[in-house]
């Protein structure tokens, strides 16, 4: 076994952490917003369907910045968190969270959305025709169809969130234990001296989770093809 330290042992956790919250959190969102875009035509689609794509071009410090502004403390939602619900995120591990979860979401919500486009519509209106109501359709037919690609938008969701910088650091900072994740731990220890062995140990942990992740998320795609194909 590697021999971590306990900073390097308390990156990973929170890193884990971190990512596991966002995915989480924003998985409730993603359905919705994958199957409005699957399923719904409205004015300004294309409009929206941009925006949330936005995160994955725009320079991650950017994405951080404007979460700074919006949820500091001087911030408009920041300052209405902090004032009426007592509730800190700028600089907090909850902030890294909520970086992570908007870096992620667009993987997400594209897997989500592809999964539920292969869902065969007839099925759905079988259902309809059979009295089922929109809510029962969707968490009777629907979602079960289409659940493979809604862990495989997970398993993406989370990769990203673990393997999430810009973002992150901008907005809640590397405060060892934390906001301190994987990528900000391997950051500071670049930069410290001698500090190369704790570097690789950090890189392997990164690339095996990252390499698992992504491996299970196109084994679920495949499972869902191959059971369309039947």
Same mark, same amino acid.
């Given at each position: 076994?590697?021999?971590?330290?306990?900073?390097?042992?308390?990156?990973?956790?929170?890193? +884990?952490?971190?990512?596991? *919250?966002?995915?989480?959190?924003?998985?409730?969102?993603?359905?919705?917003?994958?199957?409005? /875009?699957?399923?719904?035509?409205?004015?300004?689609?294309?409009?929206?369907?941009?925006?949330? &794509?936005?995160? +994955?071009?725009?320079?991650? =410090? *950017?994405?951080? &910045?404007?979460?700074?502004?919006?949820?500091?403390?001087?911030?408009?939602?920041?300052?209405?968190?902090?004032? &009426?619900?007592?509730?800190?995120?700028?600089?907090?591990?909850?902030?890294?969270?909520?970086?992570?979860?908007?870096?992620?979401?667009?993987?997400?919500?594209? #897997?989500?959305?592809?999964?539920?486009?292969?869902?065969?519509?007839?099925?759905?209106?079988?259902?309809?025709? /059979?009295?089922?109501?929109?809510?029962?359709?969707?968490?009777? =037919?629907?979602?079960?169809?289409?659940?493979?690609?809604?862990?495989?938008?997970?398993? /993406?969701?989370? #990769?990203?969130? +673990?393997?999430?910088?810009?973002?992150?650091?901008?907005? *809640?900072?590397?405060?060892?234990?934390?906001?301190?994740?994987?990528?900000?731990?391997?950051?500071? +220890?670049?930069?410290?001296?001698?500090?190369?062995?704790?570097?690789?140990?950090?890189?392997?942990?990164?690339?095996?989770?990252?390499?698992?992740?992504?491996?299970?998320?196109?084994?679920?795609?495949?499972?869902?093809?191959?059971?369309?194909?039947?």
């Amino acid at each position: 076994m590697p021999d971590f330290s306990p900073a390097e042992l308390t990156a990973i956790a929170l890193s +884990l952490k971190v990512s596991g *919250v966002a995915t989480l959190c924003s998985l409730p969102f993603g359905v919705a917003m994958g199957w409005l /875009l699957a399923r719904v035509r409205f004015p300004g689609k294309l409009l929206l369907d941009t925006l949330m &794509y936005l995160p +994955l071009v725009l320079p991650p =410090v *950017v994405t951080g &910045y404007a979460l700074l502004i919006g949820f500091g403390s001087q911030g408009p939602i920041g300052r209405f968190l902090s004032e &009426y619900l007592h509730i800190s995120i700028a600089f907090r591990w909850t902030g890294a969270a909520l970086a992570s979860a908007i870096m992620g979401f667009p993987l997400m919500v594209r #897997a989500i959305r592809l999964s539920i486009e292969n869902v065969d519509r007839r099925l759905e209106q079988a259902a309809s025709t /059979l009295g089922a109501n929109p809510w029962r359709v969707f968490f009777g =037919v629907t979602l079960p169809l289409a659940w493979p690609g809604l862990m495989a938008g997970a398993v /993406l969701c989370f #990769a990203k969130a +673990l393997g999430e910088f810009g973002a992150t650091i901008t907005f *809640v900072s590397n405060i060892p234990g934390e906001t301190q994740t994987l990528s900000s731990a391997i950051w500071g +220890l670049m930069q410290t001296p001698g500090a190369e062995s704790g570097v690789l140990r950090l890189a392997l942990v990164a690339v095996a989770i990252s390499f698992a992740a992504v491996f299970a998320s196109e084994w679920l795609v495949q499972r869902q093809r191959a059971g369309a194909q039947r």
